[in-house]
């Protein structure tokens, strides 16, 4: 089952933070987030294990909430290169390698 | 990471005609993934494709409409077969080239189709 993601678009100025949710009803083995920009390959950012753990990119990090089977990925001090639409993806326990991924969060940084 | 090129970047095709997609990695990898993105729209995984074995399709995709072949550990097709318009769509592959016990996909710059 796919994940919800939230919000659907967010706009920031350059410095500002952002905070995107990914939550699944199902228990989860790990989740992923990726980057696309238009027309290019989804990149890999990080990737969140059930534990609690919380992981950083530069000045991207995530968290992930196993007992409410969320993630969030914050945006800290944005950047223009962070313009893109993130996907979180969701293994679920069974860990058959599948993911589901959410429908997409657009990120716009503006000058 | 393992580097994934695919071909072609895009096409244009004639309903009723087919297309083969073609995803190469630069390492030997055990699972490959195709998935389908229509355009702003999220990531839905067609079928998984482990070398050695039968392609595994997920609900909704089956193996006449897009047959997948998997003949060595970097090499991988997809078909889209009997193409309609509804079939314009982008197609992705992925690889799984993760560490321990975390299951790391990379993905391709997908082919985008576009059917008349």
């Known amino acids: 089952q796919q994940p919800v993601q939230s919000p659907q678009a967010v706009i920031l100025r350059e410095g500002e933070d952002a905070v995107i949710n990914c939550s699944s009803s199902?228990?989860?083995?790990?989740v992923h987030w990726y980057r696309q920009k238009h027309g290019e390959a989804p990149v890999f950012l990080m990737i969140?294990?059930?534990?609690?753990e919380q992981k950083g990119h530069d000045k991207i990090s995530a968290s992930f909430n196993e007992k409410k089977q969320q993630s969030s990925l914050y945006l800290t001090a944005s950047q223009l290169s962070y313009s893109g639409t993130y996907f979180c993806?969701?293994?679920?326990?069974?860990?058959?390698?599948?993911?589901?991924f959410g429908a997409g969060t657009t990120v716009t940084v503006r000058a | 990471s393992a580097v994934i090129s695919q071909k072609p970047s895009r096409d244009i095709c004639q309903r009723g005609t087919s297309l083969t997609i073609q995803c190469q990695v630069d390492s030997q990898v055990t699972m490959m993934f195709w998935y389908r993105q229509q355009p702003g729209q999220s990531l839905t995984l067609i079928a998984t494709?482990?070398?050695?074995?039968?392609?595994?399709?997920e609900s909704g995709f089956v193996i006449d409409k897009f047959p997948i072949s998997r003949p060595n550990l970097t090499f991988s097709t997809l078909t889209v077969s009997n193409m309609s318009p509804e079939d314009s769509s982008i197609y992705l592959c992925?690889?799984?080239?993760?560490?321990?016990?975390?299951?790391?996909?990379?993905f391709g710059a997908g082919t985008r189709l576009s059917v008349l």
């Open positions: 969140l294990l059930k534990g609690g």
């Open positions: 494709a482990n070398q050695g074995s039968e392609a595994t399709y």
């Open positions: 199902k228990a989860l083995y790990s």
């Open positions: 993806g969701t293994e679920i326990e069974s860990n058959d390698y599948k993911l589901s």
């Open positions: 992925s690889v799984e080239d993760g560490e321990g016990t975390k299951n790391i996909q990379y």
